[in-house]
């Protein structure tokens, strides 16, 4: 890549990091644009303890060195504030004595009144955007950007030091904090039907969150199987509904005829239906067999099979480094796991591990159990849970004192059972795990790390980009979090030792 198509953070770090691989490179670049850093001269205040998410304790020292030593010089901070803001710029220019001014202008290229004399580039813009603004319609988010980019462009012709990375991300992210609400996800899909704010002309993958598509291969099914009608889908729903009302109903038949519907389900979701709605016309979707077909043909991925696969492979190692390893590094966690272990008492198998692994998995995190379970009496009917005290996102509900002693569960999905009777833990984990992308639901920012450490390491679902963690305030999240990569990081360390 050329000097001219790469930032100047991927310079800086490139300079004092050059062996960094290019996945770290990339999450140390997005972690330092999320903490602030816009210039070179901002690199000034950057501290060990900004890096130490994203970078071993030698690299942050090394990182710093190079910076203190490269930027902290009076000429690297004049150019850096240069860079800042066409505005900063001119400013300086204009109490500076005229003599000045004119050489600075000349030599740097630029027009002093380029501001006043700039016009917009209408003749640049596409032809949708020109039809919507003719119309009176407001142009959709892709074809803001693009008017974005066509602007900052010609900008940049009228004055090439504008700072165009810096300004093209300063007008993007401020069309994407006015177009942000608090709300969460599972809340919003109630009332997504009944947007009108011209979506009918908008895609529905462009209309959607990138929350909800993120990890999915179909997650919008666009047509029909050839073979399949309207009337042929609704026959399949109604026979489904019937087979549910039998004890007897053939496994193979069941996960035929949800896969052939898969379209329709797609549908429903998408079009914002509740969950009570969902459940009274697919009541098979929020079973362990028939979201595993709903859930492969969404992700492409075996729900429970992967899961399990790479309990076998990764939780023993887990759960080693976390009882030998973090154990002896903080006293919560400490804590936390003499708790569980007077809690489990005796009890040894698999099925009490994946319950280990998943608390200490909270603990390490510093999130709370309470917002992933919710524990009742073990004699517990489901007309008599308190629901109103259930988290609004996908919760399981265990019957007994603690994970250990259960022997039964449920799971709640908006406030809603939708399974009142799952035998077993790893069940109940993977239909709440599962939950979240059948049923476009967010993660909640209370349960981000854990969620998205399971995401990638046992649940194999590894996207490059975006993120399924609900978008709250208007801080950016990164692609990957950085206290998940650290763990990864750790747990491979530990490997080889």
């Not at 691989?21 to 816009?38: A, D, F, T």
């Not at 690299?59 to 850096?80: D, F, G």
């Not at 492979?313 to 480094?321: E, S």
């Amino acid at each position: 890549m050329s000097d001219s198509g790469r930032t100047f953070l991927d310079v800086a770090i490139m300079e004092a990091l050059p062996e960094l691989q290019v996945v770290n490179k990339n999450i140390l670049e997005e972690h330092l644009q999320s903490i602030g850093v816009e210039t070179y001269d901002d690199l000034r205040f950057v501290t060990e303890a900004d890096l130490m998410t994203v970078l071993r304790p030698v690299q942050a020292r090394k990182l710093l060195s190079v910076w203190k030593q490269k930027y902290q010089t009076p000429e690297n901070s004049s150019l850096s504030s240069v860079e800042a803001s066409p505005t900063q710029l001119l400013s300086s220019l204009s109490v500076s004595p005229q003599s000045s001014s004119s050489t600075s202008s000349s030599s740097l290229g630029l027009d002093t009144q380029w501001e006043d004399n700039f016009e917009i580039p209408w003749s640049k813009f596409p032809e949708e955007v020109m039809d919507s603004l003719e119309r009176g319609k407001r142009p959709g988010p892709k074809l803001r950007r693009q008017m974005v980019r066509i602007v900052v462009t010609e900008m940049m012709e009228k004055c090439p030091h504008v700072g165009y990375h810096s300004l093209v991300k300063q007008l993007q992210n401020r069309i994407e904090n006015v177009r942000r609400t608090s709300t969460p996800k599972i809340r919003k899909r109630k009332h997504q039907a009944d947007d009108s704010d011209h979506t009918d002309e908008i895609p529905l993958e462009e209309r959607a969150a990138m929350q909800d598509t993120y990890g999915c291969i179909k997650w919008n099914v666009k047509f029909l199987p050839r073979e399949e009608t309207q009337e042929s889908q609704h026959q399949k729903k109604e026979k489904l509904k019937e087979m549910f009302q039998q004890s007897d109903a053939n496994p193979e038949e069941v996960k035929c005829l949800m896969k052939s519907t898969f379209y329709t389900q797609r549908q429903h979701v998408n079009q914002g239906k509740s969950i009570k709605s969902l459940r009274e016309e697919w009541p098979f979707w929020f079973d362990e067999l028939g979201m595993s077909v709903h859930f492969k043909e969404l992700t492409g991925i075996d729900l429970k099979e992967t899961f399990t696969r790479n309990l076998d492979l990764k939780g023993k190692r887990l759960l080693n480094y976390m009882t030998t390893v973090y154990v002896t590094k903080s006293n919560k966690f400490l804590q936390t796991y003499a708790r569980l272990q007077r809690m489990r008492g005796q009890q040894s198998g698999c099925s009490d591990d994946v319950k280990e692994m998943v608390l200490l998995l909270l603990s390490y995190f510093d999130e709370k159990e309470e917002s992933m379970f919710f524990h009742v009496e073990d004699t517990c009917l489901a007309e008599e849970v308190q629901l109103e005290q259930v988290p609004l996102t996908p919760a399981v509900i265990v019957c007994g004192q603690s994970c250990y002693s259960s022997t039964r569960y449920m799971l709640s999905l908006d406030r809603n059972l939708i399974n009142t009777n799952i035998s077993s833990f790893i069940s109940a984990l993977c239909l709440m795990f599962g939950s979240y992308f059948c049923f476009n639901i967010h993660y909640p920012s209370e349960l981000a790390s854990t969620l998205e450490f399971l995401q990638r390491c046992f649940f194999s679902i590894n996207p490059e980009k975006g993120t399924k963690v609900e978008n709250k305030n208007s801080k950016r999240r990164l692609n990957l979090n950085p206290r998940v990569l650290t763990l990864i990081q750790d747990l491979s360390d530990h490997e080889w030792r």
